[in-house]
């Protein structure tokens, strides 16, 4: 493990921790993050909505615990949003890339 790697592991274990826990506590615990809600959405008509990147993340996630909360709601090779209605954003965090916590940060703000 690098120093960079020491340094920046407990800043981003706390960003997610912190995020979860305000997102779960201002919006809700289960399954709206994969709605959208609470986030605020960019204002350019091509941009993608920031509910899909973490989409993205969950079907792309191969983790146990994924997998556990995931129905298998599917529309094509993709989960619907639907499929993680019961998962809770305290599991959901932990799968999301480090580019998709920050544009989650940045939405919520």
Not at 27 to 49: I, K, L, N
């Amino acid at each position: 493990m690098t120093l960079l790697d020491e340094v920046l592991h407990p800043l981003e274990v706390l960003l997610r921790t912190r995020f979860a826990y305000a997102y779960g506590r201002h919006v809700g615990v289960t399954g709206m993050f994969a709605r959208g809600e609470g986030f605020t959405q960019s204002p350019a008509v091509d941009a993608e909505r920031v509910e899909e990147f973490l989409l993205a993340n969950l079907d792309r996630s191969k983790e146990t615990f994924v997998s556990h909360y995931r129905d298998e709601i599917k529309h094509g090779r993709s989960y619907k949003p639907e499929a993680y209605y019961r998962m809770p954003i305290w599991a959901a965090v932990e799968a999301f890339s480090f580019g998709t916590l920050s544009r989650l940060l940045e939405a919520s703000g």
